[in-house]
């Protein structure tokens, strides 16, 4: 089967405008995932939700792929790309599902970004990309904003439960999910890496195909809207736009700019749901920014 190189065709700075393009589109059809999980997660289970979700994506993605009709990735890539679907769209998934039913989105925020942070480091020695001083320092300030607005949105304290438990495994697998994926980038399209890690996650999530098809039967339009919209949009599109902003730039640095999901999800919980900020969290994502800014200088 004939492999993809994925060397850009692009001027180095006009490569790097694209590949910060593409990683601010994805933070932010991601943090319009927490609106989406919260919404259909009172009608689908956290199992069923997941492997909803997933469907979905790799439909989607299933049919771009035909339309393009673009090869396969060679052999050797598969057992990574299956691996990071695993992790990365089926376990994050459920876990991520399942915590934000036991716990309120500031305290879940604040569990899952410790995502980043292990990504650094993780990169930083299995990657060999090194501990850059901007990118460590900028990591710091900007989990510290989200510490604010864990802080700020908590309701119940950021106390001990199996909810944190089920956060810090999310972020677990996250790291795990981006750093097996980044070498394989060098060799497969955005698309094919994202189309079957996708299809890899959905088949993982079978086993709760029960739940989905109870949820289903169950749930109201508005509940199985947002399953397609988090299958299209944050999974389908924002995991390509993901992948090609990866492929341009280190595991590490891509990993800090998600430290912005927390205060756009913020604002879209504003926008969409009515919930309006505490002040602090609004402190908390200023410090997002300043942080993503430093770790990308």
């Known amino acids: 089967m004939a492999t993809i190189e994925a060397a850009p065709t692009v001027s180095p700075g006009r490569d790097r405008t694209l590949a910060l393009g593409a990683a601010l589109l994805t933070v932010t059809l991601w943090a319009s995932a927490f609106v989406g999980i919260r919404s259909a997660g009172r009608h689908f289970s956290p199992g069923g939700l ?4 997933q469907l979905v994506g790799a439909a989607a993605l299933g049919a ?3 339309f393009r009709r673009e090869p396969l990735p060679g052999r050797r890539d598969l057992p990574a790309i299956a691996i990071c ?5 089926g376990l994050y998934s459920i876990a991520l599902n399942d915590a934000e039913r036991r716990l309120d989105a500031g305290t879940a925020s604040m569990l899952v970004n410790v ?3 292990l990504i650094a480091l993780l990169a930083g020695l299995l990657l060999r990309e090194g ?15 989200v510490v604010v607005i864990g802080l700020a949105t908590a309701r119940h304290g950021l106390t001990p439960s199996w909810g944190a438990v089920l956060c810090l495994l999310a972020a677990a697998a996250y790291a795990g999910g981006v750093v097996t994926q980044k070498p394989a980038l060098a060799r497969v399209s955005p698309l094919q890496m994202t189309w079957l890690a996708c299809t890899a996650g959905a088949i993982s999530c079978l086993p ?12 109201p339009a508005d509940a199985l809207g947002w399953v397609v919209y988090l299958g299209i949009v944050p999974t389908a599109i924002g995991f390509i ?5 990866l492929s341009r730039t280190t595991a590490g640095r891509m990993g800090s700019t998600t430290y912005l999901v927390p205060p756009i999800a913020i604002v879209l919980g ?4 009515g919930e309006t900020p505490p002040a602090l969290a609004v402190a908390g994502g200023a410090l997002c920014l300043v942080g993503v800014a430093l770790s990308r200088r």
């Open 50 to 53: 997941a492997l909803g979700r």
């Open 270 to 273: 504003w926008l969409v749901l």
């Open 115 to 117: 995502g980043p942070i």
């Open 64 to 66: 771009l792929v035909l």
């Open 241 to 245: 736009a993901w992948a090609f902003a």
């Open 131 to 145: 501990f850059p001083r901007s990118l460590l320092a900028g990591s710091a300030v900007a989990f510290a904003g």
């Open 208 to 219: 709760f195909a029960g739940s989905l098809a109870h949820d289903v039967g169950e749930a």
């Open 85 to 89: 679907g695993v992790l990365w769209f």
